[in-house]
Nanobody
Framework: QVQLVESGGGLVQAGGSLRLSCAAS????????MGWYRQAPGKQRELVAA???????NYADFVKGRFTISRDNAKNTVYLQMNTLKPEDTAVYYC?????????????WGQGTQVTVSS
């Protein structure tokens, strides 16, 4: 089975930056989507950004222009560069990988990494 290891979370002041990383172990196939979701206290988990194995990206409206998702297929790693962070970005950020087009073949989650933006 696929396991995801996340890193890069932490505490930062408003306007600052963080870079999240998520490395997948095990085979994730050649056709897949890797992405980042977040969940703030009392709220539902929501999509932040996603990227396909072919490099196509999808961003939530609230992060467009501030966050950038990228991946290294050789390393099975996805990154999230977060700039101009806002207090409302505070949440637990979760890494996800799923197969396409049949999501039932693979849908794995990391344990999450805390991002806290002060001010």
């Amino acid at each position: 089975q696929v396991q995801l290891v996340e890193s890069g979370g932490g505490l930062v002041q408003a306007g600052g930056s963080l870079r999240l990383s998520c490395a997948a172990s095990g085979s994730i196939g050649s056709l897949n989507v890797m992405g980042w979701y977040r969940q703030a206290p009392g709220k539902q988990r929501e999509l932040v950004a996603a990227i396909t194995s072919g490099g196509n990206t999808n961003y939530a409206d609230f992060v467009k222009g501030r966050f950038t998702i990228s991946r290294d297929n050789a390393k099975n790693t996805v990154y999230l560069q977060m700039n101009t962070l806002k207090p409302e970005d505070t949440a637990v950020y979760y890494c996800n990988v799923r197969a396409t087009p049949l999501i039932g073949l693979l849908n794995s989650w990391g344990q999450g990494t805390q991002v806290t933006v002060s001010s």
